[in-house]
T-cell receptor, first 110, second 122 residues
Framework: SYVLTQPPSVSVAPGQTATITCGGTNIGIISVHWYQQRPGQAPVLVVFDDIDRPSGIPERFSGSNSGNTATLTINRVEAGDEADYYC?????????????FGGGTKLTVL | LQLQESGPGLVKPSETLSLTCTVSGGSISVSSDCWGWIRQPPGKGLEWIGIIYYSGTTYYNSSLKSRVTMSVDTSKNQFSLHLNSVTAADRAVYYCARHPVGAWGPGGGDYWGQGIQVTVSS
């Protein structure tokens, strides 16, 4: 089964840039989606198809995907960005296509 | 578009958990979308359960496949999850979501329900 690996935690000061990685074998050839989940709330899609942002998501959120690593970048981090972030893919390459989530990264704003 | 989960918040061990997701503000019978269930045990990450197309085509998490059934009721604009033989390990918040279908399959979930807490206890 395909595995996505995220760092458990990332810390950044307000105004700085946060980088959250999602590792997977040849992840660069499949689409990666990113979610933000604040405590007690449902996940919110912040980046889809590697680099696109849904309507209403600030331009401070951006994504990239190449090789074995996809990355979510949050520029000019704000206190409100403190949340858990999950990457997700659709693995269609196996006999049983399925959704895979990364383990999640807790972003702490110092 | 809005999604709303409903069902019992308490299920007895060995019984079947049944949840429904009602879609409003749009039709469930759209070939460009599919509909998913995701759960989150307390203090843990997101776990995918399965996806269903309005045609009835389903894909399930292999670790749950033997216990999961998903269905669609287009007349009510709803889709459902049935998970049998539940144990304490099935205690979680259960979410439903819409996934637009891309060139390679289901995309990111762009609309989610608020989630429903399910506890397994006698």
């Amino acid at each position: 089964s395909y595995v996505l690996t995220q760092p458990p935690s990332v810390s950044v000061a307000p105004g700085q840039t946060a980088t959250i990685t999602c590792g997977g074998t040849n992840i660069g050839i499949i689409s990666v989606h990113w979610y933000q989940q604040r405590p007690g709330q449902a996940p919110v899609l912040v980046v889809f198809d590697d680099i696109d942002r849904p309507s209403g998501i600030p331009e401070r959120f951006s994504g990239s995907n190449s090789g074995n690593t996809a990355t979510l970048t949050i520029n000019r981090v704000e206190a409100g960005d403190e949340a858990d972030y999950y990457c997700q893919v659709w693995d269609s390459r196996s006999d049983h296509p399925h959704v895979v989530f990364g383990g999640g990264t807790k972003l702490t704003v110092l | 578009l809005q999604l709303q989960e409903s069902g019992p918040g308490l299920v007895k061990p060995s019984e079947t958990l049944s949840l429904t997701c009602t879609v409003s503000g749009g039709s469930i019978s759209v070939s460009s979308d599919c509909w998913g269930w995701i759960r989150q045990p307390p203090g843990k990450g997101l776990e995918w359960i399965g996806i269903i197309y309005y045609s009835g085509t389903t894909y399930y998490n292999s670790s749950l496949k033997s216990r999961v059934t998903m269905s669609v009721d287009t007349s009510k604009n709803q889709f459902s999850l049935h998970l049998n033989s539940v144990t304490a390990a099935d205690r979680a918040v259960y979410y439903c979501a819409r996934h637009p279908v891309g060139a390679w399959g289901p995309g990111g979930g762009d609309y989610w329900g608020q989630g429903i807490q399910v506890t397994v206890s006698s």
